[in-house]
């Protein structure tokens, strides 16, 4: 498939050893999946088993590099002190079933492009790792992954794309739902959005 990936798919990983920076973490995480997508020649035409097994690995793979519950704190911002230990549980679950899935969505759909890593910046246990996607069409985007260091291990917590936080953008889609309607208001959303995006993963088979 082709010596690089494109956007999201920099983001899955395995799980790092401390000692390995953040730069190393992500090119280790672009190796993986690109192992992951090299064992279905055409992921286009492969059985649906086999690209639903796929799918599930490199979702595994992301959960291992991802800090979804620092993903979530950082986007519901000041809402997430007002949330007790449950509420909390719930929205990380279900905010993570929502990342996985679209990060899924865009290592299919930007897979073969190629990447360059200008470098790393680190500051104590911060870093961000600069990277750049040549696409086909000869466009560039600028990605820069935003981790910090957590049990021992750099972990991605932000993302910023052509200078647009990742975060930032959920941040302020969560907060306007909360302060036009409600959190309870917003929680419905995340569940019905898990519950439709299961449904259609089983060929619109409802449990």
Not at 14 to 22: L, R
Not at 39 to 53: F, L
Not at 73 to 81: D, E, M, N
Not at 192 to 201: H, P
Request: hydrophobic share 40%.
């Amino acid at each position: 498939m082709g010596k690089a990936l494109a956007a999201w798919i920099m983001m899955a990983g395995a799980v790092a050893a401390p000692a390995m920076g953040p730069r190393d973490t992500v090119e280790t995480a672009v190796t993986r999946v690109i192992a992951l997508l090299q064992d279905v020649d055409d992921a286009s035409t492969a059985p649906a088993k086999q690209q639903a097994d796929r799918r599930m690995e490199i979702r595994k793979v992301a959960r291992d590099l991802f800090d979804f519950e620092e993903v979530t704190r950082r986007t519901l911002s000041r809402h997430w002190a007002a949330r007790s230990p449950e509420e909390r549980a719930e929205f990380v679950a279900l905010f993570t079933d929502l990342l996985e899935r679209s990060y899924v969505n865009r290592v299919e759909a930007y897979a073969g492009e190629n990447i360059s890593y200008p470098g790393e910046a680190i500051d104590a246990g911060f870093a961000t790792v600069r990277s750049k996607v040549q696409t086909q069409r000869r466009t560039e985007i600028a990605l820069d992954y935003r981790l910090h260091l957590r049990e021992g291990r750099w972990r991605i917590y932000d993302l910023q794309i052509d200078g647009v936080s990742f975060v930032s953008t959920y941040r302020s889609q969560f907060d306007r739902i909360i302060q036009s309607e409600s959190y309870a208001a917003l929680l419905e959303r995340m569940r019905k959005k898990s519950f439709e995006a299961t449904v259609a993963e089983r060929g619109g088979k409802k449990l």
